[in-house]
């Protein structure tokens, strides 16, 4: 839907309506750059004073706020959230794919469910399901035997390796991988030995994956995303990785094999995560961390130093590397200090 009257966005969001509940709203904006046909919000108090010169039709605010505004206005706990409830409800983001294009190849075996869209020259086969409402976008490969559930969208380009299973109302971007193999490989004599990788890719319901994203299918048992995980742009998920329910993780993220990521994490971008870990539900990483032991109790975590002038970073590495034998002599302070403490006595 591409225009809600303000009386009907609160009924959706179940929000206090204050001012003209007639006012046809066709977009959102900020409240900069709004204009009278859209809806705008304010999500931090610090900036209030642009409400006084907004040309918002309607703004999204908390109780608080609005003691501070005499304008249109849908009243929420939460502002934040009641942008994204309006931006989806007035989205004009396009189908992937409408009805099934002749260029599409889509083998007999291929089951399709009521409404599907294939896109130009994608690939279905033999062996697929595809659920309801599916959408494939164009070039997409749609591997032997994959499973995709009802109502989830694939843009452009993305490609389902044989016997991956995507859940119901997943969204994928352009360039996703899913079921490549996983990086094992036995060595001998320098010769790398490849390893078949038997297992397979579980995305389970509410999953989206960004764009370029690659998910390893498992050596033996399969690499599973649990319900409502977020995975940014260019995120590397390795073999038999578990990514626990409504994680999300921040794009340029490197997993390495068989960690387990607990439920409601955050991870941030840029962040590598050695293999064999297992991290506690609830952990909040900041990106660019390393992260090489399992981490047991929930919390924040970082490893990155803060951004320096690169004068004084360059003095400090130079103190980096002289760690070692500053430690030593500290020790051995220590120990005259102790011996003359003992003389002393």
């Known amino acids: 839907m591409s225009k809600m009257t303000l009386a009907q966005l609160a009924s959706a969001l179940e929000a206090r309506l204050q001012g003209n509940g007639d006012t046809l709203i066709e977009g959102v904006a900020t409240l900069e750059s709004a204009n009278d046909t859209q809806i705008a919000f304010l999500a931090n108090s610090k900036y209030r004073s642009q409400l006084d010169s907004t040309a918002a039709g309607a703004v999204i605010l908390s109780e608080a706020d609005a003691e501070h505004f005499t304008g ?194 955050i991870i941030g971008g840029n962040s590598a995560i050695a293999g064999h870990l297992t991290i506690a539900d609830g952990t909040h990483i900041s990106g660019m961390t390393g992260v090489t032991g399992n981490i047991k109790e929930k919390g924040l975590y970082a490893s990155p130093p803060p951004l320096q002038e690169a004068k004084q970073w360059r003095k400090n590495s130079v103190r980096m590397r002289q760690l070692d034998d500053m430690y030593r002599r500290l020790r051995e302070l220590e120990k005259q200090m102790a011996e003359q403490a003992t003389d002393h006595d």
């Open 72 to 265: 249109n206005a849908l009243i929420l706990a939460n502002p934040y959230l009641g942008y994204a409830q309006v931006a989806q409800l007035l989205d004009t983001t396009p189908a992937s794919a409408e009805g099934i294009h002749p260029s599409a190849v889509i083998d007999a075996t291929a089951e399709l469910g009521d409404g599907v869209s294939v896109g130009a020259n994608a690939v279905i086969e033999p062996g697929a399901v595809i659920g309801d409402q599916v959408q494939i976008g164009a070039g997409c490969v749609i591997g032997r035997g994959a499973q995709i559930g009802a109502g989830t969208k694939l843009w452009a380009n993305v490609t389902l390796y044989h016997e991956v299973i995507i859940g119901r109302d997943c969204l994928l971007h352009s360039g996703v991988v899913v079921g490549s193999d996983g990086f094992g490989y036995a060595n001998e004599k320098g010769q790398w030995v490849k390893i078949p990788q038997l297992g397979s890719v579980r995305v389970a319901d509410g999953v989206e994956i960004g764009a370029n994203t690659c998910i390893d299918r498992g050596a033996l048992d399969d690499t599973l995303i649990e319900e409502g995980v977020i995975l940014d742009n260019l995120v590397q998920i390795a073999h038999n990785d578990v990514i626990g329910a409504h994680t999300a993780i921040a794009g340029a993220t490197v997993l390495a094999g068989s960690t387990k990521i607990g439920k409601y994490c």
